[in-house]
């Protein structure tokens, strides 16, 4: 699956997307009102700070989400309610492909992460995820009102 696919996905899908374009990558964010709350970015370069997943080679990419505290504990606990071999808790390769897992950098705040993910996970796992993503970022919307 092409990074270009979720991204298009996303804004045919959700209400309110505002796209921004970053030196590394894309950035989806709810966006009403003037208030922005990020919910989808799409790395398609490694950062100074970032290295983890070895994304400077072609189409590879990283999908990053940002869930809530629940959300996120539900996904790496042992009732997780995927298929467990889509998902890793402990000890992951950040920069394996196709597998959900916490964030290299930013797993503190509940984000969540997926290198270069096929056609089958992004079915089977990511467009729930996703709209759990931008469910949080319309509640946190609604909360800065």
């Not at 092409?2 to 309110?16: E, P, S, V």
């Not at 030196?23 to 922005?36: A, M, T, V, W």
């Not at 298929?83 to 000890?91: E, H, L, P």
């Not at 992004?122 to 469910?135: A, C, G, Q, R, V």
Request: charged share 25%; hydrophobic share 30%; with cysteine.
């Amino acid at each position: 699956m092409k990074a270009d696919d979720i991204i298009t996905y996303c804004i045919d899908n959700y209400g309110y997307v505002e796209c921004i374009n970053l030196p590394y990558g894309q950035e989806l964010q709810y966006c009403q009102g003037g208030i922005n709350v990020f919910f989808l970015s799409i790395l398609e370069f490694d950062t100074e700070d970032d290295t983890f997943s070895s994304l400077n080679q072609p189409d590879k990419y990283r999908l990053s989400l940002c869930l809530s505290k629940e959300e996120y504990n539900k996904l790496f606990s042992r009732q997780c309610p995927y298929d467990a071999k889509y998902v890793c808790s402990k000890g992951c390769d950040f920069a394996a492909k196709n597998i959900i897992m916490p964030h290299p950098v930013k797993a503190n705040e509940f984000y969540i992460q997926c290198i270069s993910p096929d056609k089958e996970i992004f079915e089977k796992i990511l467009k729930e995820l996703i709209s759990l993503s931008y469910k949080r970022a319309r509640q946190e919307y609604l909360n800065r009102r």
